[in-house]
């Protein structure tokens, strides 16, 4: 099992740009979220899912879209890039809302 | 949502036991609680989890009060590579959808 994946590990943008970071799970998981992480701030959740088709907003959505088509899939879309978005973004899955979640290792954004 | 409250950092001497606090005075019955840990940069990696027992794993011990309102996370024997930032987290069901709060965490620094 390759656990949870996230591409790519680091990008730049500019203001503006759009793009989409990849999250893929292979473990089967029905949760799935993202969360950012900026100096002192500690984890901050963007978005989740509960399963294939069922998405929410967590404490930070603006700015962020997401979609569940499949189990093992759940990518974040940046629709307009601003430098406030400059962040690590984890994406992160597991198998019920009691399990312990897995994380991936992240993917570094820097948008200039 | 249950939120946390944990010291910013603590220092442990390797081989001793370190005790890490966490306050939960909002929890309600059916909720969990967590301790993840994030070494440098990586993605932060589950440790141990319980509802009302204590409980204990090949990595830590969790003690959790018998009003469920604080829980200790204890490393029993420190080493160095156990230096990085421990979140503890309550798993919240608001409203039927569920989030995840990570708070700033406690920074713990094992020294020789």
């Known amino acids: 099992n390759a656990g949870v994946t996230q591409t790519p590990k680091f990008q730049v943008l500019k203001t503006g740009q759009s793009m989409t970071l990849q999250c893929a799970q292979d473990?089967?998981?029905?949760?799935m979220s993202w969360y950012r992480q900026d100096p002192g701030m500690g984890l901050r959740l963007i978005h989740y899912?509960?399963?294939?088709?069922?998405?929410d907003q967590g404490e930070v959505p603006n700015g962020y879209n997401v979609s569940r088509s499949t189990t093992e899939d759940f990518p974040l879309r940046l629709l307009s890039a601003a430098p406030s978005q400059t962040s690590v973004y984890f994406c992160?899955?597991?198998?019920?809302?009691?399990?312990?979640?897995?994380f991936g290792n992240g993917t570094r954004l820097t948008v200039t | 949502d249950a939120k946390t409250t944990q010291p910013p950092s603590m220092d442990c001497a390797e081989g001793r036991a370190a005790n890490l606090p966490c306050n939960h005075s909002t929890i309600s019955g059916n909720e969990y609680v967590y301790w993840y840990r994030q070494i440098h940069s990586q993605g932060p990696q589950y440790i141990i989890h319980g509802l009302k027992n204590n409980e204990t794993n090949e990595m830590a011990s969790l003690i959790i009060t018998e009003d469920r309102k604080s829980s200790t996370l204890i490393l029993p024997h420190a080493t160095l590579r156990d230096t990085a930032v421990y979140y503890c987290?309550?798993?919240?069901?608001?409203?039927?959808?569920?989030?995840?709060?990570f708070g700033k965490g406690t920074k713990l620094t094992v020294n020789p």
């Open positions: 899912s509960v399963g294939a088709g069922i998405t």
């Open positions: 987290i309550v798993r919240s069901i608001q409203g039927g959808s569920e989030k995840l709060v």
């Open positions: 992160a899955s597991s198998r019920s809302r009691v399990s312990p979640l897995h």
């Open positions: 473990m089967n998981h029905e949760y």
